[in-house]
C-alpha cells in the first residue's frame, strides 16, 4: 500500500474511533482539531470527512459538520492492501478535480502538486502524461501542464462512451454460461438492493458504494484491458455525483434502485433486448443526473 493511502485509511479510522465518541446530532470539531486527533494534515483530514459524509455518518456543510450516526465496524477500513504508489495518486488527483478544488483551464504547478500529493516531481510529470489520455489535463504549447477540468462537455462525452461499452456488457453479460460468477454476484446484488430498499428512507446515502459494486459487476464480465482503464475514471466520476447534488437524493436513490432491478431481472430472464432496454434507461438517467449536478456547480 502506498505510505499517503495508508495514512488516509489510518487517520479515518483514528476520526471513526472518535465520532464513536460524540453525541449523535452534536456537532464535529473543525478541520485544524480533527487534524491534530488523527496527527495529519487538513488535506487528509478533508478527505476523511468526504468518506465519513458520503456514508451517512456526518452532514459536512462549509464549517458545520454535525454527527447523523454512529459508526459500526464495517465502516473501518482495511489497512492491508495492494493498491500501488501510482493508483493512489490517481485516486487522489481525480478527488481533488472532482471536488472543483480549481476551475477548469487552471495552469498547474508541478512544484506545488508535487508538495501536494508527497510524490517527486518527475513522477507527477509522468502522471500526468498518462492522465492526459483522459482529457482532463494537457500539455501547454510552451510547456507545463494545463486542468482542462470536468465540464459539461466532458461529462456528455464521458456518458455517452459508458454507454456503449456498458451496452456492450449487457449483451456479453446474457449470453455468459450458466457457471459463470456473474449470476451469483447478480443474485448477491439483487438481496443488496432489496435490502437498501427496505431502508432507503434513513440510509438512501449507502446507494454510491452500491451503484458502484452494480456497475463493476455489469463491466465485469468484458475482458479487454483498454476499456478497463477507462472503467476507472468513469466509475470514480459517476462515484463523485452522488456527492454533489444533494437535492431529491432519496428519491433519486430509490428510483436507481429500481432501475437496477430492472436490468437485473431481465439479465436473469436471459432477455437481451429487454435488458438492453432497462439499461437504456438507467444510463439515460445517470447522464441526466451527472449534468444535474453540473449545474448545482453552475458548471452546466
Same mark, same amino acid.
Given at each position: 500500500?502506498?505510505?499517503?493511502?495508508?495514512?488516509?485509511?489510518?487517520?479515518?479510522?483514528?476520526?471513526?474511533?472518535?465520532?464513536?465518541?460524540?453525541?449523535?446530532?452534536?456537532?464535529?470539531?473543525?478541520?485544524?482539531?480533527?487534524?491534530?486527533?488523527?496527527?495529519?494534515?487538513?488535506?487528509?483530514?478533508?478527505?476523511?470527512?468526504?468518506?465519513?459524509?458520503?456514508?451517512?455518518?456526518?452532514?459536512?456543510?462549509?464549517?458545520?459538520?454535525?454527527?447523523?450516526?454512529?459508526?459500526?465496524?464495517?465502516?473501518?477500513?482495511? #489497512?492491508?492492501?495492494? %493498491?500501488? *504508489?501510482?493508483? &493512489? /495518486?490517481?485516486? !487522489?488527483?481525480?478527488?481533488?478535480?472532482?471536488? @472543483?478544488?480549481?476551475?477548469?483551464?487552471?495552469?498547474?504547478?508541478?512544484?506545488?502538486?508535487?508538495?501536494?500529493?508527497?510524490?517527486?516531481?518527475?513522477?507527477?510529470?509522468?502522471?500526468?502524461?498518462?492522465?492526459?489520455?483522459?482529457?482532463?489535463?494537457?500539455?501547454?504549447?510552451?510547456?507545463?501542464?494545463?486542468?482542462?477540468?470536468?465540464?459539461?462537455?466532458?461529462?456528455?462525452?464521458?456518458?455517452?462512451?459508458?454507454?456503449?461499452?456498458?451496452?456492450?456488457?449487457?449483451?456479453?453479460?446474457?449470453?455468459?454460461?450458466?457457471?459463470?460468477?456473474?449470476?451469483?454476484? #447478480?443474485?448477491?446484488? %439483487?438481496? *443488496?438492493?432489496? &435490502? /437498501?430498499?427496505? !431502508?432507503?428512507?434513513?440510509?438512501?446515502?449507502? @446507494?454510491?458504494?452500491?451503484?458502484?459494486?452494480?456497475?463493476?459487476?455489469?463491466?465485469?464480465?468484458?475482458?479487454?484491458?483498454?476499456?478497463?482503464?477507462?472503467?476507472?475514471?468513469?466509475?470514480?466520476?459517476?462515484?463523485?455525483?452522488?456527492?454533489?447534488?444533494?437535492?431529491?437524493?432519496?428519491?433519486?436513490?430509490?428510483?436507481?434502485?429500481?432501475?437496477?432491478?430492472?436490468?437485473?431481472?431481465?439479465?436473469?430472464?436471459?432477455?437481451?433486448?429487454?435488458?438492453?432496454?432497462?439499461?437504456?434507461?438507467?444510463?439515460?438517467?445517470?447522464?441526466?443526473?451527472?449534468?444535474?449536478?453540473?449545474?448545482?456547480?453552475?458548471?452546466?
Amino acid at each position: 500500500m502506498a505510505r499517503t493511502d495508508a495514512r488516509y485509511r489510518e487517520a479515518y479510522n483514528t476520526l471513526l474511533d472518535y465520532c464513536g465518541r460524540l453525541q449523535v446530532g452534536g456537532a464535529v470539531p473543525s478541520e485544524s482539531e480533527l487534524a491534530d486527533v488523527a496527527g495529519v494534515s487538513r488535506t487528509v483530514v478533508r478527505r476523511c470527512l468526504a468518506r465519513l459524509e458520503e456514508t451517512g455518518i456526518i452532514s459536512w456543510n462549509g464549517r458545520h459538520k454535525r454527527l447523523l450516526k454512529r459508526p459500526a465496524n464495517d465502516d473501518r477500513l482495511e #489497512l492491508l492492501g495492494d %493498491r500501488t *504508489a501510482a493508483e &493512489d /495518486l490517481e485516486q !487522489r488527483f481525480l478527488e481533488w478535480v472532482l471536488r @472543483f478544488d480549481v476551475p477548469a483551464d487552471t495552469p498547474l504547478s508541478v512544484a506545488e502538486l508535487s508538495r501536494m500529493f508527497s510524490v517527486p516531481q518527475h513522477e507527477l510529470k509522468e502522471f500526468l502524461a498518462g492522465l492526459s489520455r483522459f482529457g482532463l489535463v494537457a500539455r501547454r504549447p510552451r510547456g507545463g501542464w494545463m486542468l482542462r477540468g470536468f465540464t459539461k462537455e466532458f461529462a456528455v462525452e464521458l456518458s455517452d462512451f459508458r454507454k456503449v461499452l456498458e451496452l456492450n456488457a449487457v449483451r456479453i453479460a446474457t449470453d455468459a454460461p450458466v457457471g459463470h460468477p456473474i449470476w451469483t454476484t #447478480l443474485s448477491e446484488l %439483487r438481496h *443488496a438492493h432489496l &435490502d /437498501l430498499k427496505s !431502508r432507503i428512507k434513513t440510509d438512501f446515502h449507502e @446507494f454510491s458504494k452500491l451503484d458502484e459494486r452494480f456497475h463493476e459487476a455489469i463491466n465485469s464480465v468484458v475482458s479487454n484491458r483498454f476499456i478497463a482503464e477507462f472503467q476507472k475514471v468513469i466509475s470514480l466520476i459517476f462515484h463523485y455525483h452522488f456527492l454533489w447534488d444533494k437535492a431529491d437524493e432519496q428519491e433519486r436513490n430509490a428510483a436507481a434502485i429500481e432501475e437496477h432491478l430492472a436490468i437485473i431481472d431481465a439479465l436473469e430472464a436471459r432477455d437481451p433486448d429487454g435488458a438492453a432496454k432497462a439499461a437504456e434507461k438507467h444510463l439515460r438517467t445517470s447522464k441526466t443526473t451527472l449534468l444535474s449536478s453540473l449545474r448545482y456547480h453552475e458548471l452546466g
